[in-house]
Nanobody, 120 residues
């Protein structure tokens, strides 16, 4: 079993910064990719940023230039540095990991979510 534990959410004023962390633990061969998604009230979950094992990154247009995703492979941890936050960034942020559990077996895992609230 694989577990993802997120931390770093909270309340911040517009223009401020927050850093989210997500650590993966459990039985796995490797992590193929990790990413952050968010879901605001009344809206569908959307992709925010993804990073692969080769450090390729992809960002949603709405966060490009403001958010930075990074990972520490030794710690199986992914980070999301969020700068210049806007009220529309308010959402529950979820960590995701696509993991190679064993040869020929892959799994998609989610964290429990962390609330980010940006006040105007």
């Amino acid at each position: 079993q694989v577990h993802l534990v997120e931390s770093g959410g909270g309340l911040v004023q517009a223009g401020g910064s927050l850093r989210l962390s997500c650590a993966a633990s459990g039985s796995m061969l490797s992590i193929v990719s990790m990413g952050w998604y968010r879901q605001a009230p009344g809206k569908e979950r959307e992709s925010v940023a993804v990073i692969t094992s080769g450090d390729s990154t992809n960002y949603a247009d709405l966060v490009k230039g403001r958010f930075t995703i990074s990972r520490d492979n030794a710690k199986n941890t992914v980070y999301l540095q969020m700068n210049s936050l806007k009220p529309e960034d308010t959402a529950v942020y979820y960590c995701n990991a696509y993991i190679r559990r064993r040869i020929g077996s892959y799994g998609d895992y989610w964290g429990q979510g962390t609330q980010v609230t940006v006040s105007s």
